[in-house]
């Protein structure tokens, strides 16, 4: 069975708008709804900058930014919605392999599980890296 993580096993919202709060305060940006962040959860994370105009320089510091705040929230605390646990160990008692596929980066993918209470029940975790950029939506 294959899931995906943020807002389908895991309760990712608050830390998503945090780390992009921080983000966008260190480049002078006006931010975002938890709205707004909640309407994108999910989406790669272009879907969670509404500027288009932004210079190629200030995109790639706002996603470094970003994703190096939400590395450091995500080793801190990570909620499952409720019936998740219940949920992997029926799957589990199936004989069914656990996984995750997800728009989040690799590294971040296998944080969210190692620090999370997922550790031990994902059989494979993939994250957005070595697709082509073609087939991720931005």
């Known amino acids: ?17 945090n780390a992009m709060a921080h983000a966008r305060q260190a480049l002078g940006l006006p931010q975002v709804s938890l709205d707004f962040i909640k309407l994108n ?6 879907g969670l900058i509404p500027e288009k105009n932004l210079s190629q320089n200030n995109y790639q510091r706002l996603i470094e930014t970003f994703r190096s705040k939400l590395l ?7 909620s499952l919605y409720p019936g998740v646990l219940e ?12 996984c995750v596929a997800t ?5 971040l993918a296998e944080a969210v ?26």
């Not at 949920?87 to 656990?98: A, R």
């Open 72 to 78: 450091k929230l995500i080793q801190e605390e990570n």
């Open 113 to 138: 599980v190692l620090n999370s209470e997922l550790n031990g029940k994902i059989a494979y975790t993939q994250g957005t890296d070595g697709f082509p950029q073609n087939l991720i939506r931005k």
């Open 103 to 107: 728009s989040k980066p690799q590294l």
């Open 41 to 46: 959860l999910g989406l790669p994370i272009g």
């Open 1 to 17: 069975m294959i899931f995906d993580l943020d807002g389908t096993l895991v309760d990712s919202t608050k830390q998503i708008f």
């Open 87 to 98: 949920l992997l160990e029926l799957i589990s008692e199936k004989g069914l392999d656990i």
